[in-house]
């Protein structure tokens, strides 16, 4: 089955540099990738998603990238803030038995300090 | 709805009791997951459901958990006879078709078994 792996559990970095998250999974590339933010007691929120023909996808100072050669998605953001802390999610589609299944890496905590 | 929502949101109950754990999905969503988080710990998959078709339930981690899904909207997670490992935050998620799409969460109970 489809294995998920996010580089760090945590980095940390100073306000205003760029955070570059990895995400790398090990079997078939899935169709999509997605990036999720999660704060501590809530749900997971939605970022971006991006296909496997899209290198890469952008929305406002967040950047992702999809290299199906790698078997790796980057996820970037620019001018980074204190309010970015939060630990971030990587989730791809994974094929389980009645069909596919949205499945998530164990994430990343990124800490901005100002 | 406006957004997926669970109840409730914290449970404490002994341990060899029954819980039951409701998703109300977005309306219109055909696509349901939950989802388990153990304290500082990532999403494990637990069952998704797609439509009216049967579930897939190999993320349950034992017989004493169920789920069900009724007229392919609310959902009910059941844990029998609960154990002290199964504390966790319980989390569902819906999407519109499944997991070529964003999934939105709900903001999950936390069960404590004492």
């Known amino acids: 089955s489809q294995k998920i792996e996010q580089n760090s559990e945590a980095l940390n970095i100073q306000e205003g540099k760029t955070a570059t998250l990895t995400c790398n999974y090990t079997?078939?590339?899935?169709?999509?990738l997605q990036w999720y933010r999660q704060d501590p007691g809530r749900g997971p929120v939605f970022l971006l998603l991006?296909?496997?023909?899209?290198k890469e996808k952008r929305k406002e100072r967040l950047k992702v990238t999809f290299d199906t050669t790698l078997k790796q998605s980057l996820f970037h953001i620019t001018a980074s803030q204190p309010a970015d802390s939060a630990t971030y999610l990587c989730?791809?589609?994974?094929?389980?038995?009645?069909?596919?299944?949205?499945?998530f890496g164990k994430g990343t905590t990124l800490s901005v300090s100002s | 709805g406006a957004g997926v929502s669970q109840s409730p949101s914290n449970k404490v109950t002994e341990k060899g009791k029954d819980v039951e754990l409701r998703c109300d999905p977005i309306?219109?969503?055909?696509?349901l997951y939950w989802y388990r988080q153990s304290l500082g710990q990532g999403l494990e998959f637990l069952i998704y459901?797609?439509?009216?078709?049967?579930?897939?339930k190999s993320g349950l981690p034992s017989d004493r958990f169920s789920a069900e899904r009724t007229g392919g909207s609310v959902s009910t997670l059941t844990i029998q006879r609960t154990q002290q490992e199964d504390s966790a935050v319980y989390l569902c998620?819906?999407?519109?078709?499944?997991?070529?799409?964003?999934?939105?969460f709900g903001q999950g109970t936390r069960l404590t078994v004492v």
């Open positions: 991006i296909r496997e023909n899209e």
């Open positions: 998620a819906s999407s519109s078709r499944g997991w070529d799409t964003e999934a939105f």
């Open positions: 459901f797609q439509g009216n078709s049967a579930p897939d």
């Open positions: 079997n078939y590339s899935p169709a999509y």
């Open positions: 989730a791809l589609a994974t094929f389980i038995q009645a069909g596919t299944a949205l499945i």
């Open positions: 309306s219109g969503h055909t696509a």
